[in-house]
């Protein structure tokens, strides 16, 4: 991390990828990063005493920027999975989440992932579970296509002008996108897998982790989580 020399204040790079509502997003008056994950790493860094410098990636590229030292930061609702874990060390997780389909509204043909068929688009974000889906449908011959999208606002377009039949994503996520537009997307089946969403540091890079950590401990214990929560979720 760079340091601020005047105050000797630590600044680190946070990245998040911008499509991912009410975590991710682009606030539509400033044009700057907002969203939950936005407030709340704010908070943290407040807290624990260190700047932050925000950066807008895309989502596949979140880990090797990570890894490479480009970035110290993922701030992007991600789900902390095993394989992750691999590469790079995670927070405590402060959200659960999982995987659903959806459709456009008034597609009676999809009720569940049971009622894809051979001659379907199935659609998610480069570099996320919902990804590993579709790609996991496709080849495995239930699915036409798996079409993967830089980022969910288009791949949203797409499920309403029918170029994919389905969308696989975040639940939340998912929901916030309806919320925007109601009546135009619907929900279908069971929510598919468990996740559960953490801030992800280099490899290694406990010093970091422990202030991310202990900031996030504060925010739980003084209420600041669950304002930030009202916030963006109710
Ligand atoms: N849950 C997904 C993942 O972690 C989606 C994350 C995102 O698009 N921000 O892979």
Known sequence: AATDDTADIPTYKVAMEPT???????????????????????????????????????????????????????????????????KVDFSTTYYDSGLVLAVKAGNTAIKSIDDLTADMKAGGQIGTTGADLATELYETGKIKEAKIYNGLDVAVMDLLNGTIDVLINDLPVTKAYMDAKPGTIEIVGDVLNAESYGYAVKKGNTELLEKINTGMQNMIDNGTFDEIYAKWFE
């Open 20 to 86: 991912f509502p009410p975590f991710d997003t682009i606030n539509e008056e400033t044009q700057e990063l907002d969203g939950f994950d936005y407030d709340l790493m704010n908070t943290i860094a407040e807290d624990q005493g260190f700047k932050l410098e925000w950066v807008n990636m895309g989502f596949d590229g979140l880990i090797p920027a990570l890894q490479a030292g480009n970035i110290d930061i993922i701030a992007s609702g991600m789900n902390a999975s095993e394989e992750r874990r691999e």
